[in-house]
């Protein structure tokens, strides 16, 4: 499970344009067509639909939205003079939104409309990015957050040895007050990644709507002109925090302008002023950067009244979505193939799926403490995560076969009775300590089947000697110490039917190369005697 792909649902759809989401922006955070979104905003005015109404409505509700004809007038509207509103935008305290009134002012014969403010947007956001301009954007409080790493890194020095490394820092900013956050990290990988999000989200105290990565291996699987694949555990942790993700677009820097300006800021006014300082430790470190960070926030603006904290204070902070009751638990995922015991193997550990999957290929998604596996998406079962020993088993007892129907497997200890009384009764032997070393004999299938397997490629004798040595030895048997005895027994032959021991191979890949021990004797090849 790679990545996800947004499957279209109205529902989504209808509840992100309620939220305040651009459907520009909704297009993007659910890879669906901009002639869905304006559909479902259509029926929003239509059908007058609000969140609490939306709560109500089931799918088949959903859907009955959508069956109006399609509206055919068109060419109905006074065009704006984008030239000139783009033109006004770059002066200090034009807005969109006054631009928008100076417009709807505009005298009309009767036989034209005027666009709406949301419309003017949209038209405004169309023709500039088709002429290549650019705009001062006006942003909303509360409802974007732009994340990403710095470029510039500082040094953590080890107490002992005095070796460095570097620590990273992750970077979050509302672009609408300029409010910042930063934090040190001893790598860029995706569980830094979350945490960081995490750790934001606290410091602001809330939620934004809409977050704004960069391209990052951490968020996108997968991102270019024509596909943006976002990350499944990126896009289950913009879930459970209730946001959307709208990746900035590739090679479009003025996306996240707000971000690297505000990485610029970090640089400069933190990172910059601790470079000759010397850390023991990411906490020592990360409380300098705190004291710094405040009073950068604090930092009056040169060109507007305020500072980043009053502003995010008096009118952001309040519009943030409250924070969930409890923490996201970051996650990764991995496939397993059920194995003829109906256990998964993940991490050297097994946990066990309803018998009826063996031989199936399932999505495995692991926590620090739980193990789900799903088929086709369906939650299959749920595990604790086992640590510590390897080889661990967790066995659900619904999912074995009903009084051990072994015959609904391939597997039974019967087949490997009979298979191992056919190459000897050494080979039996062990294999019945093999299978009796097991609580639920199912989980002596694996190992008993590599052990038999060695006999393979006619080295049935071979196999039957070895297991005759492990039964002089008194052990149970594993695969490696067969397959090693066997091994040095082969070995042992070569030698005694006098091919060279140069010609020996360990099965390791040396084959050819080994010296011997004569090479290394006083007086022998190799020390000019």
């Known amino acids: 499970m790679k990545g996800v792909f947004m499957a279209t649902n109205r529902r989504d759809i209808i509840r992100l344009l309620l939220e305040g989401v651009s459907q ?17 905003a259509k029926a929003i005015k ?57 417009y709807s002012n505009t005298t009309t014969d009767g036989t034209k409309k005027l666009y709406q403010y949301a419309q003017f947007c949209e038209r405004l956001t169309a023709w500039a990015a088709h002429t290549k301009a650019t705009m001062r954007l006006d942003h909303r409080p509360a409802h974007v957050c732009h994340v990403d790493w710095a470029g510039d890194t500082l040094s953590i020095c080890d107490r002992i040895t005095g070796v460095t490394d570097k620590a990273y820092f992750f970077v979050a900013c509302l672009p609408y007050s300029g409010y910042l956050f930063a934090h040190a990290y001893a790598d860029t990988c995706q569980r830094s990644w979350l945490d960081g999000h995490r750790r934001a989200f606290e410091f602001f105290g809330g939620v934004p709507t809409v977050l704004v990565p960069d391209n990052c291996k951490t968020a996108i699987d997968r991102a270019n002109i024509y596909l ?61 950067v705190e004291s710094l960070l405040d009073a950068l926030n604090e930092r009056p603006f040169q060109q507007r009244t305020g500072s980043r904290r009053s502003i995010f204070t008096a009118d952001e902070q309040d519009l943030l979505k409250a924070l969930p009751s409890h923490r996201f638990e970051i996650c990764e995922w991995r496939v397993a193939k059920i194995g003829h015991n109906y256990h998964a193997r993940v991490d050297k550990q097994n946990y066990s799926v309803d ?17 789900r596996l799903y088929n086709d998406g369906e939650l299959i079962a749920s595990h604790p995560r086992l640590y510590g020993r390897m080889g661990q088993y967790s066995t659900i007892e ?6 051990h129907r072994y015959h609904l497997s391939s597997y039974s200890p019967e087949r490997f009775e ?26 002596a299938f694996v190992p008993a089947a590599n052990i038999l397997g060695l006999a393979k490629g006619g080295r049935a004798e071979l196999l039957e000697r070895a297991c005759e040595r492990i039964v002089e030895l008194g052990n149970i048997g594993s695969y490696t110490q067969i397959k090693n005895i066997m091994a040095a027994m ?16 360990d099965g390791i890949g040396n084959t050819g190369r080994t010296r011997g021990a004569d090479y290394y004797r006083r007086g022998g090849v190799g020390n000019g005697q």
């Not at 063996?358 to 739980?370: A, E, F, N, T």
Request: with cysteine; aromatic share 8%.
């Open 24 to 40: 520009n922006d909704v297009c993007s955070a659910l890879h669906c067509s901009k002639r869905t979104v304006s559909g479902c």
């Open 46 to 102: 239509e059908h007058d639909i609000n969140q609490e109404m939306l709560a109500d409505l089931a799918e088949d509700d959903i859907r009955q939205l959508f069956f109006a004809a399609p509206d055919a007038r068109r060419d109905i509207y006074v065009e704006p003079d984008f030239e000139y509103v783009l033109s006004e935008l770059s002066k200090p305290g034009v807005t969109r939104k006054l631009l928008w009134h100076e």
């Open 228 to 288: 943006t694949e976002i990350n499944a555990t990126y896009y289950e942790f913009a879930e459970h925090y209730g946001c959307a993700i709208v990746p900035a677009r590739v090679r479009r820097p003025r996306d996240k302008a707000a971000v690297e300006g505000g990485v610029n800021l970090i640089e400069r006014w933190i990172l910059a002023p601790l470079r000759n300082e010397t850390f023991f430790s990411l906490g020592e470190l990360d409380e300098a």
């Open 355 to 371: 018998y009826h999957l063996i031989g199936k290929k399932l999505d495995v998604r692991l926590s620090d403490s739980q193990i």
């Open 398 to 403: 619904e999912h074995m076969p009903p009084n």
């Open 418 to 443: 009979r298979w191992a009384a056919s190459i000897g009764v050494n080979t039996a032997a062990v294999i019945d300590r093999v299978l009796a070393s097991h609580v639920i004999v199912e989980q």
């Open 490 to 505: 082969k070995k042992t032959d070569d030698v005694a039917k006098g091919i060279p021991v140069e010609a020996v191979s």
